[in-house]
């Protein structure tokens, strides 16, 4: 069976990098539109309706608007915006949040894309709740370090294009701590309270990861490093698309240097539990651009159309 495809916004970073993925697939009908039209609300109208399944790339308060123009009951959406990721109605598209999940987003009409920091961080926090490692009310803190590319057109042609000095340093962001991703963390993540949550912008192009650190006197048991390391093999026993990387691991491009980049290209997220049996910190990295953005939206339409769940996809 065929399926009619159209990617709202695909000029942004995100909807060129699934249209590009989209291309691949010989049984998909890419649907497009005039580029003197973009702006044209009854030609977007008429491709939103005529999709079995639209892709939304764009800022949130033009999500919400190409929703409210759809009135196909059969048109089924994917957002990688913001706007909709805590709205009753809407699937959250994190395939591995739970064992139930996947048929969540099968089964559903609207699906909403998780953010890169926030994919990081829940599934750094999930299994510690599920567990009972952390309680609710645990005072989680959270450090993120990204590639520019997860800042858009503007902030990846202020880096390539640009030859101001402070560029070339990190460059910590959302001093103010309310990062749009917080939501989102603070509801799949089952907290009482936002995390202190402080992302990092880094002079280079794609990776992300993010570490969460814990301390044992105000874990809820007292767990061994080797105890929190196989709660997460459990809980992500049957993921294709998460590894779990021990102490010994190779995480780094040199001995004792966790590589921010080593998942780039893929779809996979790495989760690695370092420290001693005192002082703990897991650190998650994806790609920004794959499992934090366009892979993990082409991973739902797997989901969500029958196909296989990696097609396209790298692990």
């Not at 799949?188 to 990776?207: E, K, T, W």
Request: net charge negative; proline share 4%.
């Amino acid at each position: 069976m065929s399926y009619k495809i159209y990617v709202d916004g695909q000029s942004g970073t995100t909807g060129l990098q699934i249209h590009e993925r989209l291309s691949q697939y010989s049984d998909l009908e890419l649907l497009t539109i005039d580029p003197d039209k973009r702006r044209d609300p009854e030609e977007r109208k008429r491709l939103l309706n005529e999709a079995d399944l639209v892709f939304l790339c764009l800022p949130d308060e033009a999500a919400r608007e190409s929703v409210a123009l759809i009135d196909n009951p059969n048109t089924r959406v994917i957002d990688a915006s913001t706007a909709h990721r805590v709205t009753d109605g809407w699937v959250y598209g994190l395939p591995e949040y739970d064992q139930a999940q996947r048929d969540r987003i099968r089964n559903s009409m609207r699906v909403a894309v998780t953010g890169c920091h926030a994919a990081a961080s829940i599934l750094s926090l999930k299994p510690l709740r599920e567990a009972g490692v952390i309680a609710g009310d645990y005072p989680v803190t959270l450090h993120s370090i990204t590639g520019y590319s997860g800042g858009g057109k503007n902030m990846i042609e202020q880096y390539e294009h640009s030859e101001d000095d402070f560029l070339t340093s990190p460059r910590h962001y959302a001093l103010g701590l309310q990062h749009k991703h917080l939501p989102e963390i603070r509801r799949y993540a089952d907290l009482q309270a936002n995390p202190v949550f402080l992302p990092i912008v880094s002079n280079f192009y794609q990776g992300l990861a993010v570490t969460l650190p814990l301390h044992k006197v105000l874990c809820s048991s007292q767990y061994s490093i080797a105890d929190i390391r196989e709660v997460y093999r459990r809980y992500y026993d049957q993921q294709s698309f998460v590894r779990v990387l021990g102490q010994d691991d190779s995480v780094g491009v040199e001995p004792g240097f966790f590589d921010v980049q080593a998942c780039n290209g893929t779809n996979r997220a790495d989760i690695a539990v370092l420290g001693n049996d005192d002082q703990v910190v897991v650190i998650t990295r994806l790609d920004n651009l794959g499992k934090g953005a366009s892979g993990a939206a082409i991973q739902c339409m797997n989901i969500m159309l029958g196909f296989e769940e990696d097609r396209s996809l790298k692990q």
